[in-house]
């Protein structure tokens, strides 16, 4: 009886292990949520540039074929031709040049996890626990039949029937 007690109390212990392991682990359920996130902020990353980049392909055609799209280009910075006369008009807003935004960088977060040996300990502390408790009640348990069998042998003595009286 006591081997499958202690089996018993092994079984809950690295059970506590391997669920600490699974959920808080190194390679647990907790870290796959922290590299999805950082998964999903660099797919949308990669999004905003390859959007970017076809902007920019787009008008790098433009302007390497389409002589109007380049003069306008010219008239956004400020230039003119030779033949032509440049207005500024003050307080007015000039025509607002495109900026082409490269992006953010993004760092991988360091992930947080539960280490191995924090798991272990937890695992064998719930062990010990088990066990000290159950080897408390198994000591209190053994008192008490010791007291009901000592009463009973004394009430055996003291009534004068000595055949009877067997020790176990």
């Not at 074929?65 to 307080?91: P, R």
Request: hydrophobic residues 45%; glycine residues 4%; aromatic residues 12%.
């Amino acid at each position: 009886m006591n081997y499958i007690k202690l089996m018993n109390t092994i079984f809950v212990g690295v059970l506590v292990y391997v669920l600490l392991s699974v959920c808080f682990g190194k390679q647990g359920i907790w870290a796959y949520h922290q590299l999805q996130e950082y998964k999903i902020a660099v797919t949308e990353n990669v999004s905003n540039l390859q959007e970017l980049n076809e902007s920019i392909r787009i008008d790098k055609k433009s302007l390497e074929s389409d002589k109007d799209i380049i003069i306008a280009f010219a008239h956004s910075m400020g230039f003119v031709s030779d033949n032509e006369n440049l207005v500024k008009i003050t307080g007015i807003t000039p025509y607002s040049k495109k900026v082409y935004d490269a992006g953010n960088r993004i760092q991988k977060p360091k992930i947080v996890y539960m280490p191995d040996w924090m798991a272990k300990f937890a695992g064998f502390f719930v062990f010990l626990i088990i066990n000290l408790i159950s080897s408390l009640f198994m000591l209190l348990h053994i008192s008490t039949n010791s007291s009901k069998n000592m009463v009973l042998n004394t009430a055996v003595i003291t009534s004068g029937d000595f055949n009877d009286f067997k020790q176990k």
